[in-house]
């Protein structure tokens, strides 16, 4: 089965600086890669996603990158704020497998005021 | 509109009870995704639903979890003689296969202490 790989586990910014977040997955079949954002007691939300057929995708101060050929996908985060802190979690699926989530195991960013 | 709700939001029991947790998916998706996050954990699938089709149970980690949907919309997550190491918050996630979107909400979760 799919398994996804997250680094790094913490990450500590100061408020104003980029905060990259790496994963990579097991099954080149995969084809949907969400990212999500959980706070504290909170649900996941969805901050954004990026298809297979896609090499980036940017939503303001948040882009995503996928590199198929190596199996591995960024998340990257502008000009961080304090409210940027949480919970990061990658995810992979396949359309096949009926889309269920294979997740990493989450990074904890910390941004500092 | 109403996103994804669960319930209880917390139960205790003691080992050895059974418990349901309940999911409302948003209406209209026929996708229903069961997710555990133990404690500093990340998720972990449990079962899918997708309409009429028969549930991919593969994420169940033993026979005494069970989960059914009915209807089409509310599941509920069955866990026989609870376990500690059961304690967890269980997520449920609904999306739209008509037409078809990756994206899956979540609910809030009901968190699971097994005493």
């Known amino acids: ?113 | 509109g109403a996103g994804v709700s669960q319930s209880p939001s917390n139960k205790v029991t003691e080992k050895g009870k059974d418990v349901e947790l309940r999911c409302d998916p948003i209406s209209g998706h026929t996708a229903l995704y069961w997710y555990r996050q133990s404690l500093g954990q990340g998720l972990e699938f449990l079962i899918y639903f997708q309409g009429n089709s028969a549930p991919d149970k593969s994420g169940l980690p033993s026979d005494r979890f069970s989960a059914e949907r009915t209807g089409g919309s509310v599941s509920t997550l069955t866990i026989q003689r609870t376990q500690q190491e059961d304690s967890a918050v269980y997520l449920c996630a609904s999306s739209s296969t008509e037409p078809l979107t990756y994206e899956q909400y979540f609910g809030p979760g009901t968190r699971l202490t097994v005493t």
Request: overall charge positive.
């Open chain 1, 1 to 113: 089965g799919e398994n996804v790989e997250q680094h790094p586990s913490t990450l500590s910014v100061q408020e104003g600086d980029s905060a990259v977040i790496k994963c990579t997955y097991s099954d080149s079949a995969s084809n949907y890669f969400p990212w999500y954002k959980q706070e504290l007691g909170k649900r996941p939300q969805l901050i954004i996603d990026i298809r297979s057929n896609v090499g980036e995708k940017k939503d303001q101060r948040i882009a995503v990158t996928l590199n198929k050929t190596a199996k591995h996908f960024s998340l990257h985060i502008t000009e961080t704020q304090p409210e940027d802190s949480a919970v990061y979690f990658c995810a992979a699926s396949k359309r096949a497998a009926g889309n269920k989530l294979t997740f990493g195991g989450g990074t904890r960013v910390l941004v500092k005021p």
